[in-house]
């Protein structure tokens, strides 16, 4: 099971695009990269996942290296109501979703 | 609206109790799970359903007792519980994951359960 390493905590303010990255150096071949959002007394939700390169939707981008020992979630124009936990988990077939302490994002007016 | 259900939202219960904590899902998923979420800790795996077969029991002490009666439904049946088991309690489904990349968790809004 890949392990994975991402900062603890961040800060940001409105408007501002920000980056989380995620170690995981030990990946498999056959693992995927995800990232899911919680908010305080709610279940997580899944924001993106991706193998490789680039990954976009409509709320973030996920970008992979071409080594995919690490990964970034980019939020572009993060406004107060991006003040969550993020997670990263690395995982492939037959993988039950573990997830570590993620990420506390706080924006700040 | 996740499309996962979890009732009640809230529970208070005495160490003598018997209670149970419900969650449905109705997106068609084949994998159901259990985590609990004490304060300031990450998440942690209980217990996986795949296809109404119990996957995984993460070394669950045995006053937790889940049941999966079919793919939409799962309980976790609670009895003579302590206070340090006062925590969130979260379901999530996904398909089927044996499949060959990870198929999303979708969370219910889980049971916030009070041990007095």
């Known amino acids: 099971l890949a392990k994975t390493t991402q900062p603890i905590s961040m800060d940001s303010y409105e408007g501002q695009e920000v980056n989380i990255t995620c170690s995981h150096n030990n990946i498999a071949t056959n693992d995927y990269i995800t990232w899911y959002q919680q908010f305080p007394s709610q279940g997580p939700r899944f924001i993106i996942q991706?193998?490789?390169t680039k990954v976009t939707n409509e709320v973030a981008s996920l970008f992979i290296p071409a080594d995919r020992k690490s990964s970034t979630l980019s939020l572009p124009r993060v406004s107060l109501s991006d003040t969550a936990v993020y997670y990263c988990l690395v995982g492939g077939r037959s993988y039950i979703p573990t997830f570590g302490r993620g990420t506390s994002l706080i924006v700040h007016p | 609206e996740t499309g996962v259900t979890q009732t009640p939202r809230h529970l208070v219960m005495g160490m003598t109790n018997k209670k149970s904590l419900k969650c449905e899902q109705h997106l068609g998923h084949n994998a159901m799970y259990w985590y609990k979420q004490s304060a300031k800790k990450p998440l942690e795996l209980m217990f996986v359903y795949n296809f109404k077969e119990q996957t995984e029991n993460n070394s669950v002490p045995s006053r937790f007792s889940p049941e999966c009666p079919n793919s939409s439904h799962l309980f976790l049946h609670l009895h003579t519980l302590q206070p340090e088991d006062s925590a969130l309690y979260l379901c999530?489904?996904?398909?089927?994951?044996?499949?060959?990349?990870?198929?999303?968790?979708?969370f219910g809004n889980g049971t916030r359960l009070t041990v007095t």
């Open positions: 999530a489904s996904s398909q089927d994951f044996r499949v060959s990349e990870p198929s999303a968790l979708h």
């Open positions: 991706g193998y490789k």
